[in-house]
């Protein structure tokens, strides 16, 4: 039996394997071998793959996973707190991109609407490419990261009526003034239901799921929720892309987003590859020969329009030079959803055979180029930077008077502590409850703002400037604290406190084990990187499952840390003490137990007629029920379903009074 889309799917992944394995060889991106197997297995190239079709639906498929995964990591709450972003920035990038592109497109005797279209055209970014990029980058919560979320995400929804208002460029008029008024309703309503699914619906759903202990129906279920929202925002007329987003939001609010996210990741490698992959496959490669100066010229002039727009919109956000910088360059190129806008401008008569290759062709070539101008982003952020601002420190995008707020007070002694994320808050925390003064300084402005009138000590501005360093008294600290998300500010931040200051103590948090070594460089006095930190946390927690002396612990931590994770690296004993950590006890096992079980013999009946000591060897030493701990275990106790038990005995007999304890 011949299956077409079989064949086709082993031409591509095969094919794929080999670019990519050659690219992996001289270091190019991932992405761009993707786009390269798309043209050499594409009509245009060696027409490898006969129906393109199967490959765009898998490619769609690819986009929903990822935005999905995206919506998963990021979470309401999160975006509750760029809204701002969403909405304003967005706004500014999306129709200055529109007005910039079509002045131009006028000068070259374009109608105005045709102007108008390209402009929209131009004015969307990639998503998949961008976040992609962002997130292997581990960069999606950095300022400039949330910025071009914020913009993708307004671009995202923007596109709808970008697709209701294409007719009205060619004069073709038809209720259109009803149907956004359709469009803002069914986006009320989009929202209403992901807001009602987050808090009621989704949590007792899993709940219900996670309680069966099968992984099959668990990933079932996360991804029927994926494709059931999206199928809903997509009969709703908005795209398939933003309602898997929306998906992702619901599932990020309930206590099952980690485990979720770690299922599905293996699904999105794969269809976001045929993503990549079939938009290869649209390059016309003679056409694109033919006219190469006309596309490199119109792929500049793209480039500039969005990256100088972009960078505005940031910088009336209120973020720093080279963060608006940084997401400008991200947001260069011309995305996904302007091939979907692409194809109602061609039925509709605003784009011409001979435009539509120059849009594929520009398309491409910025797509193609994304992955070196975001691997670049930072130095070139940094240049620019500094020519904008020339040799003297630039002053901070408004000071604490400008915003309406008090002075920073002066300080002595003290911490400083250089981003408010979690990190920054769990420190600031520790010093007060420690009373040891802090001074915080932040990006984020409505963060400052609403925090100052919550009484912290925090200043607006970017700490890679020493006018900003020396406001908070760099000098007089004893203590400087970097937790903030993005590795390069953070090795700039470093090297601008010791040229103000040698004697401060400085303590860095890093993301991974290879930025270490660069941070000591530059002076850091100790780097903390989170991977080796939870390394350390979860055996600790198995030493204490252990049984093991709580000094005993202590101490093998503190030796690891001593050692600048020395052990942790190399995998060898340093000729410490932590050899002699050992653990001499008896063949037993101390285990918390959900009871799930209705079993009358077990539950709602007291311990003495129950009689589980005997029946099944184990001793009951504690019992947790909702938010109450109970310590004072008696004969006439009862356990409850939904009990959390803790029990001591031998392993086999805790095993089988935990299968005793599940539903039967």
Known sequence: ????????????????????????????????????????????????????????????????????????????????????????????????????????????????????????????????????????????????????????????????????????????????????????????????????????????????????????????????????????????????????????????????????????????????????????????????????????????????????VATLAARLLQYPIRTAIMAGIALFQVGEFAFILSKSGISYGLLTPVTYQYFLSVSLLSMALTPFAVQYSHQIANFISKKLTGNSEPKPVISANQAGLEEVPEMEDHIVIIGYGINGRNVAKAARYAHIPYTIVEMNAVTVRRERENGEHILFGDAVHGNILAHVNIHKARVAVVAISDPDSTKRIIAAIREISKKVHVIVRTRFVEEMQDNYSLGANEVIPEEFETSIEIFTRVLNKYLLPQDDIEIFTRQIRSDNYDMLRSMQSTGSNIHNLSSELPDIEVASLRIYTADETIVDQPLEKANLRVRFNITIVAIKRQAQTILDINGHTTLQQGDVVYVVGLPDDVYNFENALKLV
């Open 1 to 308: 039996m011949e299956m077409p889309l079989l064949d086709d799917v082993v031409i591509i992944l095969g094919l794929a394997v080999v670019v990519i394995l050659l690219f992996q060889r001289f270091k190019l991106p991932t992405i761009l071998g993707f786009l390269i197997t798309g043209v050499i297995a594409g009509p245009h190239g060696l027409s490898l793959v006969q129906n393109i079709h199967n490959i765009e639906m898998l490619a769609e498929i690819g986009v929903i996973m990822l935005l999905f995964i995206i919506g998963m990591e990021f979470s309401l709450k999160k975006l509750a707190l760029i809204k701002r972003t969403i909405l304003l920035g967005g706004a500014m990038q999306v129709f200055g991109s529109i007005f910039l592109a079509a002045a131009v497109m006028q000068l070259f005797n374009y109608s105005l609407g045709q102007s108008i279209f390209i402009g929209f055209l131009i004015a969307l970014s990639s998503t998949a490419i961008v976040l992609k990029l962002l997130q292997d980058k581990g960069e999606i919560n950095s300022p400039h990261g949330k910025v071009v979320l914020g913009i993708l995400i307004f671009q995202d929804i923007i596109v709808v009526p970008m697709m209701l208002l294409t007719p009205l460029l060619t004069g073709e008029v038809e209720n259109i003034g009803l149907k956004l008024l359709l469009m803002l309703l069914k986006g009320a309503l989009v929202i209403v239901v992901v807001l009602l699914s987050a808090r009621y619906l989704v949590p007792r759903l899993l709940y219900s799921v996670v309680r069966t202990r099968s992984k099959e129906l668990f990933i079932l279920s996360i991804v029927a929720i994926c494709f059931m929202v999206a199928w809903f925002t997509s009969m709703l007329g908005l795209s398939l892309a933003l309602g898997a987003f929306m998906a992702g939001l619901i599932i990020s609010e309930s206590e099952y987003s980690h485990q979720a996210t770690s299922n599905v990741l293996p699904f999105r490698e794969i269809f976001t590859s045929f993503f990549f992959v079939s938009i290869g496959m649209l390059l016309d490669i003679e056409f694109l020969l033919e006219h190469l100066p006309v596309v490199i010229l119109l792929t500049i002039g793209t480039f500039l329009v969005n990256t100088i």
